[in-house]
């Protein structure tokens, strides 16, 4: 399994992105599959996750409402569509697949993919 994660790049407080995710491997729809980031000096953290149907998805408080994951299992992709960007979201974004959220939430991931940048100036 790969996963390689587009559209990151530079933009303006109050600006929208929209990253990709594409899954390479058979087997997509029997992961959840999340989005993390990880800011200069700090920590990774979670930031979205979505059910392997795309029916139930999940945020980190910080971004809910602004940020909305979502997937295609016909084109092995996960999405993030980013709106209303902070100087605050300013950090390298990861996709990864996970059994299940609650294996997301206490870093029990498959698989990572590499990063995309994300800056948001102010």
């Known amino acids: 399994v790969q996963l390689q994660a587009s559209g990151g790049g530079l933009v303006q407080a109050g600006d929208s992105l929209r990253l990709s995710c594409a899954f390479s491997g058979p087997t997509f729809d029997v992961y959840y599959m999340n989005w993390f980031r990880q800011a200069p000096g700090k920590e990774r953290e979670f930031v979205a996750g979505?059910?392997?149907?795309?029916?139930?998805?999940y945020y980190v408080d910080s971004v809910r409402g602004r940020f909305t994951i979502s997937r295609d299992n016909a084109k092995n992709t996960v999405y993030l569509q980013m709106n209303s960007l902070k100087p605050e979201d300013t950090a390298v974004y990861y996709c990864?697949?996970?059994?299940?959220?609650?294996?997301?939430?206490?870093?029990?991931?498959?698989?990572w993919g590499k990063g995309t940048q994300v800056t948001v100036s102010s």
């Open positions: 990864a697949a996970s059994p299940t959220l609650g294996d997301s939430l206490r870093g029990g991931v498959d698989f």
């Open positions: 979505v059910s392997w149907g795309g029916g139930s998805t």
